[in-house]
């Protein structure tokens, strides 16, 4: 993926506290459009929330979170719940997945909500679900499937609607090593295939090597290690 050379994420002077404690302490940071970026860090460094940050989930206590010219700090939380659903795929450490609904229902899910064609809908979902070798998942029910299983429909989920910009909270921290290759370079080529923003929180040290840049969190700031 080749980053565009304009910003197109910046974060400046962001602060993030929980209580006493602080995570960003005046953290900075731009990431061009298209980049394919690496969280690194301690637990509880502040990866998780970055990624939050950025996809507003959550909002700053002061400083600027901009992403494609918009200022997420200044938006309400029905804009942001509007820009997440058309342009960001979030792949969450603990899946989320609805646990009432199918797996093909669960990656269903984004598409349904952006209005796609009803047979639009199934097809691209079983689609998705077979080119991650969960074909036979499709009408089960998460508690019936293995946690890999689970984290893979949690990334087809995050890209079956194309977002521009994917967060990935460790996604493949429950998968061996065949399937994480596999899973990686799944979100490598849809992201690259448009031009989207890949940045994925991680604790592999194989993941960093094949991002485009790395990024770590110290001290309440952040840095890169791989520009």
């Known amino acids: 993926m080749n980053a565009d050379a304009s910003a197109w994420i910046e974060l400046k002077n962001v602060c993030k506290r929980y209580g006493r404690q602080a995570v960003f302490d005046g953290a900075s940071v731009t990431i061009g459009r298209g980049e394919f970026v690496a969280v690194m860090g301690r637990s509880g460094s502040g990866k998780s929330t970055l990624l939050r940050l950025i996809g507003g989930l959550e909002a700053a206590d002061s400083g600027l979170v901009r992403v494609d010219d918009s200022d ?7 804009e942001r719940a ?7 795929g979030f792949v969450f450490q603990s899946f989320n997945l609805i646990p009432t609904l199918t797996v093909a229902e669960n990656v269903e899910l984004p598409l349904e909500l952006n209005d796609v ?5 199934r097809r691209l979902s079983l689609d998705l679900l077979a080119e991650l070798g969960l074909a036979d998942c499709a009408d089960r029910f998460p508690e019936d499937i293995s946690g890999g299983e689970q984290q893979r429909a949690a990334i087809a989920r995050a890209v079956v609607h194309e977002p521009k910009l994917v967060l990935a909270d460790e ?3 429950n998968l061996d090593a065949e399937t994480s290759r596999h899973v990686l370079e799944l979100l490598r080529r849809t992201c690259g295939q448009r ?4 940045i994925v929180a991680s604790h592999s040290a194989e993941l960093a090597a094949q ?9 309440g700031k952040i840095e890169d290690l791989r520009p």
């Open 211 to 219: 991002a485009g840049r790395v990024l770590t969190i110290r001290a």
């Open 82 to 88: 509007r820009r997440r659903r058309h342009g960001l």
């Open 117 to 121: 064609a009803p047979d639009r809908v």
């Open 195 to 198: 031009d989207a923003t890949l």
């Open 72 to 78: 997420l700090t200044t938006l309400t939380e029905t």
């Open 171 to 173: 996604p493949t921290g």
